[in-house]
């Protein structure tokens, strides 16, 4: 059983409970990230619906993404906290804001997605794969960056079991659905 995240908005008004594991998470360079973010990017971690319990009221904004298909930001009403995100380019998932956890350090970023609309102020970490737009897998640096062996068996039980954010796998999934998903 992972451990449970708990987190909430700025005024208290929404809170939530994460008690299933944690698929993957990022960062994410996208323009409506960085626009919603209040900074370069937004941090996400995505985990099953399922698992996720939110109380108040929640305010949705939705647009479409890279995909086309809508995607759709919920925040706190009052204080305009961006609590989640959900889209049917995740089907059964919810993004998570990493920075409303109450224990940020809970968070671990996998990779930077959309890494290449970076502000020169928030650069991406060098210590993650830094994935470009609509480039198939390719960094920043022009590297093709593949999940290593372990992170394409990441349905299996042991990933599953994991609840170290540095053991997080990626989905049973390639890369291509997070370049368009513009979450
Ligand atoms: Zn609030
Ligand atoms: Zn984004």
Known sequence: MAQALTGGCLCGAVRYKVS???IFSGRCYCNDCRKTSG???NAVLAVAEQGV??????TDYTKPGGSGQPFTRRFCPTCGSR???VGPALPGMVLITASTLDDPEKFVS??????????????????????GPMTGGRSA?????QPRPADRSANNANARR?????????????FSPLFWLEF
Request: no cysteine.
């Open 39 to 41: 900074t370069g990017h």
């Open 141 to 145: 640096a022009g590297a093709v960056v």
């Open 20 to 22: 299933g594991d944690q």
């Open 83 to 85: 609590i989640a995100g």
């Open 53 to 58: 319990s939110i109380t108040g009221k929640l």
């Open 110 to 131: 996998q990779m930077s997605v959309f890494a290449s609309r970076a502000p020169s102020w928030d650069r991406p970490p060098a210590d993650t794969p830094a994935l």
């Open 162 to 174: 994991s609840a170290r954010a540095a053991d997080f796998s990626m989905p049973d999934m390639e």
